[in-house]
């Protein structure tokens, strides 16, 4: 599991700047004011060791190429970043006005998107230099701004998947019962680890009455013989997202166990069958939640179907009600139901699945039944 994938190219982001700036155009806005994260991981390859009060922005117009403002230690950094070759360097130093100098590369009454995970006090600071200005959430602007895998990408998910399998195969030998949710969190990161992951994100382990709760991550309980067990895990392997859910029974499951498994297995299966091509967002949701009320637990299952994944393990497009967005070839996204039951159990089935033409396409393959761990 140790290849390392062909690293992208400074023509490569070249593309996706360029992309980028008309999408941007094409949405009404005048450029993108993108900070630290993962959009300008995406767009540049650069990745601040820390991200601090000091501004760093990359600025995104049509018209003039990509510029990034970055303070003057850190350009250095910046520079060794893979789509540098193609970004025009601004520094500044300690002591001058980074807002000010941003301003200069931005129209006087521009309206620009920028990164959510901006800082306020950064957005205050270009508020104040640019009064004229307006901003806009970049994800809410441009929500499929990523949504669209190119096949460079789609290789390092599937790495990323097949790490976090390998991990699921693993971690259905070690002891369950006696031993505390940390103790079994803390074997799947390791195994997430081991198998190349640089970044492990959650890790959740919720037994018998914790896996009611969909945001429980891993406590103190001791798992005991006869619970369900809801494993959800994943994190970041060569900067793409994995994130894959099994439940699984402590010995013997009861029947309830078994019938409830049964529902979210079949809903799973129908909510992948249902995203293809052109269908909906919300179908994939549809088809998964009308096995779940069919079978009496529509009212239990109590999150949407699945979210996209690339760069970062949550990002749109989003499988929900009311998401009319069409399904197009190379996106990459969860499919995730489940059934809580408070007081009892819980289960969740999740596989990343990418469509293309010949239909969806499961990035995360191990057993989906319910296997029995000790
Ligand atoms: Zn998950
Ligand atoms: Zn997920």
């Known amino acids: 599991m140790s290849t390392e994938p062909v690293p992208f190219t400074s023509d490569d982001y070249a593309a996706r700047m360029r992309r980028s700036a008309d999408a941007a155009r094409a949405a009404g806005l005048d450029g993108l004011l993108v900070?630290?994260?993962?959009?300008?991981?995406w767009l540049t390859g650069y990745r601040p060791t820390a991200i601090t009060e000091r501004l760093t922005v990359l600025v995104l117009t049509p018209d003039s190429e990509p510029t990034l403002v970055v303070p003057a230690l850190e350009r250095s950094d910046a520079e060794s970043a893979a789509g540098a070759p193609t970004v025009r360097m601004v520094d500044w130093l300690d002591g001058d006005d980074p807002f000010a100098r941003t301003g200069t590369l931005v129209a006087p009454d521009a309206t620009m998107g920028i990164s959510d995970s901006a800082w306020a006090m950064h957005l205050l600071g270009l508020q104040d230099a640019l009064p004229g200005t307006s901003y806009r959430s970049l994800t809410q602007s441009l929500p499929m701004l990523r949504a669209v895998k190119d096949p460079a990408e789609l290789a390092r998910l599937d790495a990323a998947a097949q790490a976090a399998d390998a991990t699921y195969e693993q971690i259905l030998h070690v002891p369950f019962a006696g031993r505390r949710e940390t103790d079994v969190a803390a074997d799947l990161a390791r195994l997430l680890r081991e198998h190349g992951h640089e970044q492990v994100d959650f890790t959740v382990v919720g037994s018998g009455p914790n896996g009611a709760n969909p945001h429980h991550e891993a406590g103190d309980r001791v798992i005991e013989v006869g619970d369900a067990v809801v494993l959800d895990f994943g994190g970041?392997?060569?900067?793409?997202?994995?994130?894959?859910?099994?439940?699984?029974?402590?010995?013997?499951?009861?029947?309830?166990?078994?019938e409830v498994h049964e529902v979210v297995r079949l809903a799973q299966h129908a909510g992948v069958e249902a995203a293809r091509v052109g269908a909906a967002c919300q179908d994939v949701d549809r088809a998964a939640r009308r096995l779940i009320a069919d079978a009496g637990y529509g009212d239990r299952f109590i999150h949407r179907t699945g979210h996209g994944i690339g760069t970062t393990t949550h990002e749109p497009p989003y499988m929900i009600e009311g998401e009319e967005q069409p399904l197009e070839p190379g996106m990459c996204f969860s499919v995730e139901p489940g059934v809580y039951l408070p007081?009892?159990?819980?289960?969740?089935?999740?596989?990343?699945?990418?469509?293309?033409?010949?239909?969806?396409?499961?990035?995360?393959?191990?057993?989906?039944?319910l296997r029995v761990v000790e």
């Open 343 to 369: 007081g009892e159990l819980g289960v969740r089935i999740e596989d990343i699945v990418t469509v293309d033409a010949s239909g969806p396409r499961r990035l995360n393959t191990t057993d989906r039944s």
């Open 35 to 41: 900070t630290p994260g993962p959009e300008l991981v």
């Open 236 to 258: 970041l392997r060569h900067g793409y997202g994995s994130d894959t859910s099994r439940t699984v029974s402590v010995g013997e499951p009861s029947a309830r166990l078994r």
